[in-house]
């Protein structure tokens, strides 16, 4: 009856089993699930296993290959640790065959060693805690730049979790009052993550994740009951009061009413001036884009970084190749709303698609989907999976769709009243087989009426945004 099972009832279920057995730890603790490779999961389940393993992303549908516990009947003598080396291989071999090998993640850790990383963590966020302020805009901006899991466009149902080792240590570079915590967290963080595997779209990941709501808006309560997150819990409160503390004069504020929108070969650079001043607080910043509406309204479809100048003009620019991102199930086509991240390091192109989706003979009823696509360098599509979030459990899994069933694109409509909500982007419904979709990036027609906006965000949630009607030639 959409009761989740929590932490701490996932802890006490455990170690009740374990105490009824009279086994005094498990092995090996395996999670064939989503986003469970967190340190909160690992610090609170250590006391009950000696290893974990365990997915920082969202997990698809096809799980683990279970054929590998053939070795503890081929040989009983197999240690934990070849077992847990065995699972990752069979789950990435799996992934390969079913091509969603793209963003997989999954490690190996050696809960034993969690003492170590407990107590750097506690160092590391009293640290932070007690500079929560003065650091707001270091931690905010590698805040948004490291990489996350089960994210989404509505924040509403992003998981906000952060890479914890990509975090740590690019607050430890820009930080360096706090690098030596750093160091230990990393340190740590090496030793106690045995084996590992990533996909092309989550290089980098270090192995273990932690809780991290961009502002306190999106802070759920329930997770200061979480007793492994303590020291986390006290750095994330001392962080949000920070960024409510900013002073008036500091808050992101638009010099130009106006964006100076230039057209090139390619699409349009756009550039809006800021106070300086309150730049430097500034976290994150965005180019979105939309088509205006006859009433004044702007439909949205689109949304991706922007450029924040750092000579102290209070500069922030973007570039939009004025295309749309459209779907067919080669019936009907539909516009949909793209999010955008786009990794330099990797040339790896992550696109998430809000999505609704309607069982067969369901036209009431539907469900909140993610489509997740991965391209390479070359714009190729190399994973498409549909992930379906469960507001009522706060639970993510991967939605094996009816290909009978229908999926129906949301887009962002902020009416001319300033009412602002996500819609279905028409009328048309798609099959939901995910092989028979096909996408484009659609060129906009001459005469569109383009509505562009910069928005920059600081630490604390404050908003500023700027933008204009340009139309396309």
Do not use: K
């Not at 920082?56 to 934990?80: A, F, I, K, R």
């Not at 990393?186 to 595997?197: A, G, K, Q, Y």
């Not at 009907?332 to 999010?339: I, S, T, V």
């Not at 902020?414 to 602002?420: K, L, T, V």
């Amino acid at each position: 009856d959409g009761n989740g099972l929590g932490l701490d009832e996932l802890q006490a279920g455990i170690a009740g089993g374990l105490e009824g057995a009279g086994v005094d730890q498990l092995d090996l603790l395996g999670f064939d699930a989503c986003l469970m490779a967190t340190y909160e999961v690992a610090s609170a389940l250590a006391p009950l296993a000696h290893r974990m393993v365990a997915s920082q992303e969202l997990e698809p549908g096809h799980g683990w290959d279970y054929g590998v516990l053939q070795m503890l009947n081929d040989d009983p003598s197999t240690d934990v640790d070849a077992l847990g080396a065995a699972l990752i291989d069979g789950f990435e071999s799996q992934a390969t065959d079913e091509e969603t090998a793209a963003d997989i993640t999954l490690a190996l850790i050696d809960l034993d060693q969690m003492p170590a990383l407990d107590a750097a963590m506690a160092d590391f966020a009293g640290a932070l805690a007690e500079r929560a302020a003065a650091l707001g805009p270091v931690i905010g901006r590698n805040r948004a730049s490291t990489l996350s899991f089960g994210r989404s466009p509505d924040p509403s149902s992003d998981s906000n979790m952060v890479d914890l080792g990509m975090l740590v240590s690019e607050i430890g570079v820009d930080a360096l009052d706090v690098s030596d915590l750093a160091d230990q967290v990393i340190r740590s963080l090496n030793d106690l993550v045995l084996d590992r595997v990533n996909g092309v779209a989550t290089q980098g990941s270090t192995g273990l994740s932690i809780y991290f709501p961009a502002d306190d808006e999106w802070f759920d309560q329930d997770y200061t009951a979480v007793s492994s997150a303590g020291a986390w819990t006290g750095f994330l409160q001392a962080y949000y009061a920070g960024g409510d503390a900013i002073p008036t004069d500091e808050i992101p504020t638009v010099l130009d009413d106006t964006v100076d929108a230039s057209f090139t070969d390619d699409g349009i650079e756009v550039t809006g001036l800021f106070d300086p001043v309150a730049l430097e607080n500034v976290a994150n910043a965005t180019i979105e884009y939309g088509i205006v509406g006859d009433d004044g309204s702007v439909t949205y479809f689109g949304s991706e970084p922007a450029d924040v100048s750092t000579d102290g003009s209070g500069a922030v620019s973007g570039f939009y190749d004025l295309t749309a991102l459209t779907m067919t199930d080669g019936i009907d086509a539909a516009y949909a709303y793209l999010d955008l991240y786009y990794d330099d390091a990797s040339g790896v192109t992550n696109i998430d698609v809000p999505l609704a989706y309607y069982p067969p003979g369901e036209d009431t009823e539907y469900d909140d989907v993610i489509l997740s696509l991965v391209l390479d360098e070359a714009g190729d599509i190399v994973s498409e999976t549909y992930y379906v979030y469960d507001p009522d459990t706060d639970t993510y899994g991967e939605l094996t769709a009816d290909p009978a069933g229908i999926i129906v694109p949301y887009v962002e409509l902020f009416g001319a009243d300033g009412s602002d909500e996500w819609v279905p982007t028409s009328d048309v419904g798609l099959y939901a087989d995910l092989p028979g979709i096909a996408y484009d990036l659609e060129p906009l027609a001459s005469g569109t009426r383009l509505w562009v906006e910069l928005n920059v965000t600081d630490f604390g949630g404050n908003t500023a945004s700027v933008g204009g009607v340009v139309t396309i030639p």
